[in-house]
């Protein structure tokens, strides 16, 4: 029997569950649909792929001279401020980020596994595009 970000797998199906709940999501994408509270309509994995991208320039942001750091933030978000405190807030408000008097902060260690599990579920879908 697997895990994935807490998440409990089925043995037989790809079906997770969390212990002692009945709720049930398909597959890892379903796991990260409900961690990040969305719907699955659209482009979900799009979704997921821009939320990884804030987590992981968040993550990263300890490495970097603020300078560079900044024009990578501008790079990633197009100079659009409004997206990019978007997706602060966002972190924030799902307990991914924290911060103390001014946001962006750093990740939370949830905000770590999620990343961990974001990147884990990326790598699959890129072997399954290669398999095809």
């Known amino acids: 029997m697997g895990k994935f970000l807490g998440w409990i797998k089925d043995k037989e199906s790809n ?14 994408e379903g796991v990260l649909l409900d961690i990040l ?3 699955g309509c659209g482009c979900p994995e799009s979704a997921i792929k821009y939320v990884y991208g804030g987590l992981k320039l968040l993550n990263d942001r300890k490495d970097k001279e ?3 750091w900044r024009e990578e933030r501008n790079m990633y978000f197009n100079n659009n401020e409004g997206a990019e405190y978007f997706m602060w807030y966002y972190l924030e408000e ?7 008097t001014s946001t962006p902060g750093w990740l939370t260690e949830y905000g770590k596994e999620v990343l961990n599990g974001i990147e884990e579920y990326l790598d699959e879908l890129k072997e ?3 398999n095809e």
């Open 66 to 68: 603020f300078e560079n």
């Open 94 to 100: 799902t307990g991914l980020e924290e911060h103390g």
């Open 15 to 28: 079906w997770y569950y969390q212990k002692d709940d009945d709720y049930v999501v398909d597959g890892k």
């Open 128 to 130: 399954d595009e290669e």
């Open 37 to 39: 509270k969305f719907c």
